[in-house]
């Protein structure tokens, strides 16, 4: 018997027709290019035209979500089901979005006093927390409890690692990760920066790598270093709209090299993809703790 829902936004990156598949409800984010409003359609085909766009001078601004649109979401899957929600943010390092999903709850327990809301502080961005999204559903699919669940989230979540490569600074001179002239030296220079995230969630400039083929060697190099028990495990691969051929590369050398039994591989979208632009590719894994 089911006993509760999994919910989560778009910034997941996590496939809209995946997520269906897997009754994993998700509100889709909203961006915004000049005036015009646009949501996140969950799809390859969306995120290549939002990164084309990027590609062509574009400047998108993201939004969290409010208090307001939490209390919106829940009330229709509360109306729906009429079960428990364990909703899986953001990571509370990366966006005020975990804050807004504590007030939120507040809120809606207030207005519904009989119902249950969890809402799990991934420490995690993307498909990182896509991942704990597809746990929870596991879990919930074997008919645990959603305290069970949320108990088992919290602990499994500092497991979760990443490391992340790029070959455009300009992005990330533009959310703040690189200075002016760090942006500008490190074009020239064809520096590609390996950026993870520590134990709470913020997003760290790890490395800086000359050279895009160098980069993904020392990821490969990381990912064996930090793996537990890779061929029990899918690794999970998000990009912005790379090259096919640097993403079939990635993922089949991490594959052959380390012995994970697959890989899911997904597009990164406009809630992330605002602030890396394109050609960012990432790998997300079970391994030691992050520190």
């Known amino acids: 018997m089911v006993k509760f829902c999994v919910a989560t936004d778009s910034g997941c990156d996590l496939p809209g027709d995946f997520c269906e598949d897997r009754n994993i409800h998700v509100y889709r984010m909203k961006y915004y290019i000049g005036e015009q409003e646009y949501t996140d359609q969950m799809n390859p085909e969306d995120a290549i035209e939002f990164y084309n766009k990027m590609r062509q001078g574009a400047v998108p601004k993201t939004s969290q979500m409010t208090p307001h649109e939490f209390i919106e979401f829940w009330s229709d899957l509360y109306k729906e089901f009429n079960l428990p ?13 975990y804050s807004n999903a504590v ?14 809301v969890y809402v799990v502080d991934s420490t995690l961005a993307s498909i990182g927390y896509g991942m704990l999204a597809i746990w929870a559903a596991d879990m919930r699919d074997a008919g645990e409890t959603p305290e069970a669940c949320v108990e088992w989230l919290n602990n499994k979540k500092i497991h979760v690692n990443t490391y992340y490569t790029c070959d455009d600074l300009k992005y990330l001179y533009r959310s703040g990760r690189v200075s002016r002239a760090g942006a500008t030296v490190g074009t020239i ?28 060697r020392r ?3 990381i990912v064996e270093e930090l793996v537990v028990d890779p061929t029990e495990q899918t690794l999970y691969i998000c990009h912005s709209d790379c090259k096919p051929a640097d993403v079939e ?25 605002s602030h890396c632009g394109p050609s960012l590719i990432a790998a997300f894994f079970v391994g030691k703790p992050r520190f």
């Open 249 to 273: 590369t990635f993922s089949k050398t991490l594959i052959e090299r380390i012995g994970f039994k697959d890989s899911f591989i997904s597009y990164i979208s406009s809630t992330i993809g």
């Open 103 to 116: 007030i939120a709850k507040d809120m809606f327990i207030e207005k519904h006093p009989e119902s249950k």
């Open 85 to 97: 929600i364990v909703h899986i943010a953001m990571g509370s390092a990366i966006s005020g979005t």
């Open 189 to 216: 220079l064809n520096i590609n920066p390996i950026l993870n995230l520590d134990k709470e969630g913020h997003l760290i400039v790890q490395e800086k790598i000359r050279g895009r083929k160098r980069a993904f």
């Open 219 to 221: 990821i490969y190099d």
